[in-house]
């Protein structure tokens, strides 16, 4: 029988988490997107993503066998905020996350970084490179977002399912390898 391991795609409205999941996924992806209305006006900023016409009002869910021995689930986070209430629930039982960040709005990142730091649940960054969006460095990235020296910073583009691949792949060695330094206790 495969061990399963769940994994969280999470970040800020429009950083292209639906996308990561849909680029990533062997399975066609579950999605909970809805059609952006009237009724989010002055709800939800849409600066930056204003040709943005869905939006993620619970989950995306792929998966990815790595071997016979190992399969990932992944699953997608809202990013607006006022369904960051189903974040704690989408949290319970994740190895780890992956956080998107866009440049042209990387403050919106803050909040999944706290929410990960709080939990102890281990994290990346993972900068979605759109286009025309500001470059900058992971040096530069992790010094705007305040991260700890060991937090992994890399950069992606998630619709390109070899990009989204690699930023997988990050994430499981950056996890064997926090579980390979960290002492067990009896």
Not at 16 to 26: D, L, Q
Not at 150 to 174: F, G, M, Q
């Amino acid at each position: 029988m495969a061990a399963s391991v769940k994994i969280l795609i999470a970040g800020g409205f429009g950083v292209g988490k639906t996308t990561m999941v849909g680029a990533i996924s062997e399975i066609a992806p579950l999605r909970t997107e809805e059609l952006i209305t009237e009724v989010s006006t002055g709800v939800d900023d849409l600066s930056g993503v204003e040709q943005k016409h869905t939006t993620t009002v619970a989950l995306d869910f792929g998966r990815i066998t790595i071997d016979r021995d190992l399969v990932l689930y992944l699953f997608g986070t809202p990013g607006q905020d006022r369904f960051w209430f189903l974040w704690d629930e989408l949290c319970r039982g994740a190895l780890g996350a992956i956080v998107l960040a866009d440049t042209r709005r990387l403050s919106n990142s803050f909040a999944a970084v706290d929410f990960f730091e709080r939990r102890g649940l281990p994290f990346l960054i993972a900068v979605n490179c759109f286009d025309g969006a500001p470059r900058y460095t992971v040096d530069e990235v992790r010094d705007a977002l305040d991260l700890d020296p060991n937090t992994p910073v890399i950069l992606c583009d998630a619709r390109d399912r070899p990009s989204a691949k690699a930023v997988l792949t990050h994430l499981v060695e950056y996890l064997i390898d926090r579980a390979a330094r960290t002492p067990v206790t009896t």
